[in-house]
């Protein structure tokens, strides 16, 4: 532990920005799934005009939502690997194989399904302010492509992360990290439920996986939350390396 302990003194600082980020990320988390559901409260639209009339209407909270989902995104990254170089010693191909399901997780929800789903908004805009049904039928032929896609990238938004940090959660439960192996079994528990959850979108007449995908977001953004501040902690308990002394000592003949 303590030759541990020495090597992460090389990475004190990212851990601790790593704790703190993932902390701000866990709480996004419940903002957007909030947010989500007020969006969402009176059912998800069944075709792309009752889609574009949605995200119309609340444009604000829509537009809002997704750039809050980004911004979420972008924060995971470094804790992404702060909690890589902490695991790895303990399970480094377990450690590798989840932390690229996450990176994937990441880089897909920014570049592909907020991307799509803030384009749509903007179509959404374009629809109820144009003048005629002809102009109205162009924004809808426009937006069908990315309403049939969003189901399925959401699909992978939800379910490829909950794979990666059920693979870290695993580790975890061996109860040899810093983590406590308390935190492994609830990570274990949240991500299966997000993966299932993960099929809601493609399903959406089965009560049970739309029951679990309500619930992924916040769960999980609760582990988030708990994992941040117990690597924030460990941060903490890191003594600070020592200032290299720069100068060059002169050995006299």
Request: with cysteine; proline share 5%; glycine share 8%.
């Amino acid at each position: 532990m303590a030759s541990s302990e020495t090597t992460d003194q090389d990475w004190k600082g990212l851990y601790c920005v790593g704790g703190i980020m993932a902390v701000l990320t866990g709480i996004a988390g419940l903002a957007s799934s909030r947010m989500g559901y007020l969006l969402y409260s009176a059912g998800y639209p069944s075709n792309p005009t009752a889609y574009l009339q949605l995200v119309a209407q609340k444009q604000l909270l829509a537009n809002s939502l997704w750039s809050l989902w980004i911004f979420n995104d972008l924060l995971g990254f470094v804790p992404s690997v702060a909690f890589y170089l902490v695991l790895r010693r303990y399970n480094r191909t377990l450690a590798l194989i989840g932390t690229l399901f996450v990176f994937f997780y990441l880089f897909y929800d920014i570049s592909v399904t907020e991307l799509n789903s803030l384009t749509l908004v903007s179509l959404g805009q374009g629809f109820t302010s144009a003048p005629t049904d002809a102009a109205r039928a162009s924004y809808v032929t426009a937006a069908t492509y990315g309403y049939a896609a969003l189901p399925l990238q959401t699909v992978l938004s939800f379910g490829v992360g909950a794979i990666g940090w059920l693979l870290w959660s695993v580790i975890v439960l061996q109860g040899r990290s810093i983590f406590p192996r308390w935190m492994g079994v609830l990570g274990v528990i949240v991500n299966v439920i997000g993966i299932v959850g993960a099929a809601a979108p493609v399903v959406p007449a089965s009560f049970i996986l739309g029951l679990f995908q309500f619930f992924a977001v916040p769960l999980t953004a609760i582990w988030v939350i708990v994992t941040g501040v117990r690597l924030y902690r460990y941060s903490r308990t890191l003594p600070t390396l020592p200032a290299r002394n720069s100068s060059t000592s002169v050995v006299s003949p």
